[in-house]
């Protein structure tokens, strides 16, 4: 295997490790309102993420920097092409993490009011967004030859909201809602893990028929199907397990099966693009693939030494966080739920 | 402005906005972990208390430092996708073991930290705190290495085939002398200003009365980082100066704002007048000491502007190689002048204090309080300094920032994101800096938890 598919392949984990990890993320902050009715139980959900929620952020930075690393042309085509959108991310991620670690530091009700909004949009936008941005990868957008030879991105911003890219879009966000719900379901205890439940099979039916649509669509317009195929089919079965195991009341299994879902809903389209990174969708123009986007071969074994050692060992640690905060949460854990740690003021 | 300046002007500000932070999270960091091994090894409540306390300084610096950082890492593919493609090869290699090596570990240790007090064994935890804090090293090392290839490019190749530079030595590129000056140069500066602004959180609490038990151990310890940190920036500034006249010679006549070549070349604290060459109003200057800066040697000749534009000229072809001059000159000199000031006030202090005693006064309690001010700002002019009295070059001597724009970028989206990540950015310092005075009003006091009947939880969001 070349260094040049190595590289996608290691590409396509980060992102699988990112929407596996944010996703649910994505899903907490977007169900906050929704599943937490009162100051305790607002912030038992979010302190299921707080030890979590910087370390999953995390992958998408190595994802960016590899991308950089690995194939500049594609992260320079990509970050100035889809600008928008990524600067829209950009803000959402800002604020989210603002958010995240300020809101509970007073006690007043309009502070804490704003952070929760801000959490439930900040979280919305990227969870849609994404889904918007790969359907647009792998579907293909206008590029043209620069003066220069680069390869550079010719639509404008209305070219993304396509309905196949919209789709994808609301694919993601559903599917990222649901995956949010069962890990609620799995990590808290009382009304928060009943409600969770519930959202978790109906937003698990929704995602259920999105999904279908989107991933039949993908099929459509592809002329080689095999390696899809077979990724859309893994992605129908561990879908429809995570739902039987939330029907039958087997949390940890149901969020374990949206995991899978996530991933393979991720490699199912990486599949649908190799060995292209960003096709053209002009007809007859030059796209971007694994070899005219890529590093030259020294930079990528470089890189493959400083990924396959490091790799393993922050899956080793970052798989350790999960285990030390593995258990459920309970709202009657929060000491002075309604009060911050900032509130307490001398004369 | 067109598409370039507004970029400029963007990654300026963002760019700067992220360093107010990042020394603060770094050198913090450090003295957290300090305290809590100290309150490890001794048992003792006050170093508890402390540790608990800048933490939460600390924290929520660090807060303000990640998500901002998010923005310094896509931006270069937004808005220099030029730049991106003729370095990629190169400068990516850094940033992704950045975050391989270094975000992994900060962002994974320190949530292990924030909420493990109660699931960690003591000494399991002080060892988080101490993983993360030397993850805000790596980090720091391996950005510095990425910007000292733009400062003095190596272990590369151009290509003319593909118009990119590639790599042909990563050892080169994270090993050469610029970076690792610039790392010794900046992490010290970075433990200066976590000292200053733990002197001044002290000074506070000795103005209000509150916690001397826990005031005095922390003012002397952060005065005495910042000394031995401003002997160590002063050292590897020196070191950074010379790498910086063989390397970027332009960059040292501009901080001089030196013309004409110069055998025992004088270093001038203060100018009055324009700086453009012609003789100035007013000028205290120090005979000798420029030459000494830059060569080790007080009769070393240093290359004035002017013959280093004719130079370039007959080098890299016609254009104007002369950066902002008087920015440079005046970044260069607050740059020394704040850290200088701020070590200035932590000696005597320190001096004062020798005997065991507090200093009370209202006044001297109320500049120690600003103290931080010095050091951030320093931090900035120092960056500032750095990075403009480069231009035009983006990677020095190889390509220019002019051509590392995005071309397919508008100057109108440009303009909006600026105006919005400026105005989102100005929010957030506001909204952080009324949390930091909140904290330090609320002090070092941890109000004991209530116990139900489920045991609560000690970190709770």
Redesign the interface.
């Known amino acids: 295997m070349s260094f040049n598919s190595l590289w996608f392949i290691l590409i396509t984990v980060l992102w699988v490790g990112y929407f596996v990890l944010e996703g649910f993320d994505f899903g907490v902050g977007i169900l906050l309102k929704v599943v937490a009715k009162n100051q305790a139980e607002r912030r038992a959900v979010l302190t299921t993420l707080g030890p979590l929620w910087d370390g999953n952020e995390v992958w998408l930075l190595v994802a960016g920097g590899a991308t950089f690393a690995a194939f500049p042309e594609w992260y320079a085509t990509l970050f100035s092409g889809f600008y928008l959108p990524l600067f829209l991310i950009l803000i959402s991620l800002i604020v989210r993490g603002v958010a995240f670690e300020y809101r509970s530091k007073y006690g007043k009700s309009e502070w804490r009011a704003r952070w929760d909004n801000a959490i439930v949009v900040a979280s919305l936008i990227p969870a849609l967004l994404w889904g918007v941005a790969f359907a647009n990868i792998v579907r293909g957008v206008p590029l043209e030859k620069s003066s220069t030879g680069a390869i550079e991105y010719a639509g404008g911003f209305f070219n993304l909201l396509n309905p196949y890219a919209l789709l994808g879009g609301l694919t993601t966000l559903s599917l990222f809602v649901t995956h949010g719900a069962f890990f609620l379901a799995l990590k808290t205890e009382g009304d928060i893990r009943t409600r969770s439940n519930a959202i978790g099979i109906k937003m698990g039916l929704v995602t259920a028929a999105l999904a279908v649509a989107f991933l039949g669509w993908t099929l459509a317009s592809l002329t080689s199907k095999g390696s899809v195929v077979v990724g859309s089919l893994i992605v129908v079965t561990a879908w429809l397990a995570a739902l039987a195991a939330n029907y039958k009341g087997r949390e940890g299994w149901a969020f374990l099966f949206s995991a899978v879902t996530t991933a393979f809903v991720v490699i199912t389209l990486f599949l649908a693009l190799y060995p292209n990174v960003m096709p053209n969708i002009t007809t007859g123009g030059v796209g971007l693939d694994i070899f005219n986007a890529s590093s030259t071969q020294y930079t990528l074994k470089v890189m493959t030494v400083v990924a396959v050692v490091m790799t393993p060992l922050v899956l080793i640690y970052q798989g350790w966080t999960y285990w030390v905060f593995r258990k459920r949460i309970n709202p009657n854990q929060i000491a002075n739920p309604e009060s911050g740690v900032l509130d307490s003021i001398h004369s | 402005m067109n598409a370039l300046d507004l970029a400029r002007w963007q990654f300026a500000i963002t760019t700067v906005y992220h360093f107010i932070f990042v020394p603060i999270t770094i050198g913090s960091g450090f003295l957290v972990a300090g305290l809590q091994t100290a309150w490890y090894r001794t048992s003792k409540e006050k170093y508890l208390r402390a540790t608990k306390f800048f933490g939460?300084l600390f924290?929520?610096n660090f807060?303000?430092g990640?998500?901002?950082?998010?923005?310094q890492?896509?931006q270069?593919?937004?808005?220099w996708?030029?730049y991106?493609?003729f370095?990629?090869?190169?400068?990516?290699?850094p940033?992704?073991?950045?975050?391989?090596?270094a975000?992994?570990?900060e962002?994974?240790?320190?949530?292990?930290w924030?909420?493990?007090w109660d699931?960690?064994s003591k000494k399991v935890h002080l060892i988080t705190i101490w993983v993360a804090a030397i993850g805000t090293l790596l980090s720091a090392y391996f950005i510095l290495a990425a910007n000292a290839f733009m400062q003095h490019p190596v272990g590369y190749e151009f290509n003319p085939e593909t118009?990119r530079a590639?790599?042909?030595s990563?050892v080169a590129v994270l090993t050469q002398p610029t970076a690792v000056s610039a790392f010794f140069h900046t992490i010290p500066s970075a433990f200066l200003t976590a000292g200053a602004l733990f002197t001044g959180v002290a000074g506070w609490m000795v103005l209000k009365g509150?916690d001397s038990e826990a005031a005095r151990p922390v003012m002397k310890s952060g005065l005495i980082v910042i000394v031995l940190s401003f002997i160590l920036v002063g050292v590897t500034g020196d070191w950074s100066a010379r790498i910086m006249t063989e390397q970027q010679p332009m960059k040292m006549a501009a901080a001089e704002a030196l013309y004409e070549t110069k055998a025992n070349a004088p270093f001038s604290l203060f100018t009055l007048g324009t700086l453009d060459g012609s003789k100035s109003v007013f000028q205290i200057a120090l005979p000798s000491v420029l030459s000494f800066m830059s060569t080790g040697d007080v009769n070393g000749t240093v290359e004035g502007v002017n013959d280093l534009q004719k130079e370039y000229v007959a080098k890299y072809g016609e254009g104007d190689y002369k950066p902002n001059i008087p920015l440079a000159y005046w970044s260069f000199r607050l740059m020394i002048g704040f850290g200088g000031l701020a070590a200035l006030f932590a000696l005597l202090t320190l001096w004062y204090m020798r005997k065991g005693g507090l200093p009370r006064g209202k006044f001297y309690l109320r500049t120690m309080i600003a103290l931080p001010f010095l050091p951030i700002l320093a931090n900035s002019f120092g960056w500032i300094f750095t990075e403009s009295a480069r231009q035009p070059w983006v990677v020095f001597g190889l390509f220019k920032t002019a051509d590392g724009v995005?071309?397919?970028?508008s100057a109108g989206?440009v303009l909006f994101?600026m105006v919005?990540?400026t105005l989102?950015y100005g929010v957030?310092a506001v909204?952080e800096f009324g949390?930091m005075l909140?904290?330090i009003?609320?002090?070092t006091?941890m109000?004991p938890?209530?116990t139900?009947?489920?045991?609560?939880?000690t970190?709770?969001?």
């Open positions: 939460k924290l929520i807060a303000i990640v998500v901002t950082g998010i923005v890492e896509f270069f593919g937004m808005n996708s030029s991106s493609r370095v990629g090869d190169i400068f990516g290699a940033l992704a073991m950045e975050g391989l090596l975000f992994f570990l962002s994974t240790f320190l949530g292990l924030i909420f493990g699931r960690l118009g590639e790599l042909k990563i509150r995005s071309p397919g970028v989206s994101t919005t990540f989102l957030l909204i949390l909140r904290t009003k609320v002090g006091d109000t938890v209530q139900g009947e489920t045991k609560t939880l970190m709770a969001y």
